[in-house]
Each structure stands twice: as C-alpha cells, then as structure tokens.
C-alpha cells in the first residue's frame, strides 16, 4: 500500500526547507494551479474535472451548448493526452480549442450570472485545509499566485473565493479572463489566451506581479499533473520545491511524479502536509 504523502529525495526537500527558513517569508512567494490542486478532485465520490467542465455537463446557457462544447471535448481531448503528438502542434490545438469554446461560450449567452450560479452549485469545493493554507500566507503577507488555464479562470475563482471570504490582497490570479458588457454578458476574452499546454510559456515577467515577485526567489509551486511544473519556468528563483497532488490512477503514474515533483500527496488528500511544511519554515 502506497503512503498518503511521497517525499521524492528527503535530503534534497530539507536542504531547500532550510534555505526557505534562513531567507524568511519576505523573500518567499506560492505558485499553485487551481483545478483539483487547491480544489478537490472529486465530490461525494464523483470526478470534478475543470471549472469549465462544470459549466458544459450543467443546464446554464442555450440548449445546443453543452453539445456543441461536448463535440469540441471529444474532438481535441484526444490530442492533449496523447503522448505520441509533438508538443508544438498541441499547443496549436490548444489554442483553436480555447479560441473555439471562447468564442461559443460568447454566442451561447455567457453572463454573470451564469458564473454566480456555478459558485451557488456546492460543485466546486476547495481541499480540506485550504481555510488554515491561504490565512497563513496572509498573516506573513507571502503572495499566492493562481496560474489556470481554466476558459472561465479569473472572473469565476474570483467569485468562489470571495463566497468563501478568502479574496485577500495577496492573491493575484493568472488566467483567461473575459470582456462584459453593461448588462454582464461576456463579449470578449482578453489576451494572452491560457491553455493547458502554454502555461510554460505564460511567464510570469509578463505580468505586473512580477514587479512584486522579482525579489522573492524562494517559490513553493504546486499542482496536480505534470504540465503545472513549467508554472514557474522563466522565473529566476533561488530555491523551488515541487507539491503535486496525484488523484487518481496512482499505481501508474507514481513514478513520473517522483520524476518532477518533490512531495507527492495521494488520494485528493487535504493540505495537511502543506501547511506543516510552511510551517516548519517560516517560524
């Protein structure tokens, strides 16, 4: 039986531990995906792919939406888990994908609204311990920083993290995020578009928390698939440990974790472990 929490190389996790400590918070910032890595990946037994997925699989915009977007999943799906494909002609499937169910959410009547009543759903809950993890990073003013490649990301985690209270000033949040109009209907997606296969290439410098962030080169990244490691690429850091959250299908899948990540939390398990770690550093 595999143990709830995976340390890949335990000297190597306490060398960066102890540098994290000696540098103190003010040099300390948290990169984290927000799908199944801060929220769970699964409800009353029940598998919570994505935020968008939610808005597809439910009955919120016009009738032939949930087709239309369906025909669209089945279509590329494929291809960004396919492990034969090259990466470049993913990403450019990626982003007609993104590009296409932007442009039909926008025709199939997105508003507000819709958004508010996913956040009402009780389909999105976040990990146990999250509560503990985001006050602790506001008590030390260390910046959380939310990189999704969610087509609803900004304007939706927003809204579920003000529901919860937990909007702070140190959380900034990286994502698609949409134009509305006076009447709250979405008109447009504002650019760069962010994709499961681009996030190594949404570098942080490009946005204005990097002004913030350029002195604080200590990072505690987490995620959930291998993909979120390239989260931090194009930024200068000092010290970097790795938390990956491995779902599901962990027997097989083990192993390429140890291969990247540096703690490896099984079972959509809590932040237990996360918030012990810091912790232990920042004392």
Do not use: C
């Amino acid at each position: 039986m595999i143990e709830n929490i995976v340390i890949s190389n335990p000297e190597e996790l306490e060398k960066s531990k102890k540098s994290i400590s000696e540098a103190g918070p003010d040099k300390l910032h948290v990169l984290a995906d927000f799908d199944r890595t801060l929220t769970t990946a699964f409800i009353e037994g029940k598998s919570v792919p994505s935020l968008i997925s939610l808005l597809r699989d439910g009955n919120y915009l016009t009738p032939d939406y949930a087709q239309k977007a369906n025909k669209l999943y089945a279509k590329y799906h494929p291809i960004e888990i396919d492990p034969k494909i090259p990466l470049e002609k993913k990403k450019d499937a990626m982003l007609e994908w993104w590009t296409t169910h932007s442009n039909l959410l926008i025709k199939s009547g997105l508003n507000k609204k819709d958004l508010k009543k996913l956040v009402e759903s009780k389909k999105i809950k976040f990990r146990d311990g999250f509560a503990g993890f985001i006050d602790f990073l506001k008590s030390y003013e260390i910046p959380l920083v939310i990189m999704s490649s969610s087509g609803l990301g900004n304007n939706l985690i927003s809204m579920f993290l003000e529901k919860q209270e937990k909007l702070y000033d140190n959380i900034y949040i990286i994502s698609n995020s949409y134009e509305w109009d006076k009447n709250n209907n979405a008109v447009g997606v504002k650019k760069p578009i962010i994709h499961a296969m681009n996030k190594d290439e949404t570098i942080i410098k490009d946005f204005s928390v990097f002004e913030l962030l350029k002195n604080r080169k200590n990072v505690l990244l987490l995620g959930d698939n291998l993909n979120d490691i390239g989260m931090v690429k194009g930024f200068d850091y000092d010290n970097l440990i790795k938390i990956g959250f491995l779902n599901e299908n962990m027997e097989e899948n083990l192993e390429y974790y140890k291969n990247n990540y540096d703690v490896i939390i099984l079972d959509d398990s809590s932040m237990d472990f996360v918030n012990g770690l810091l912790k232990e550093m920042i004392r």
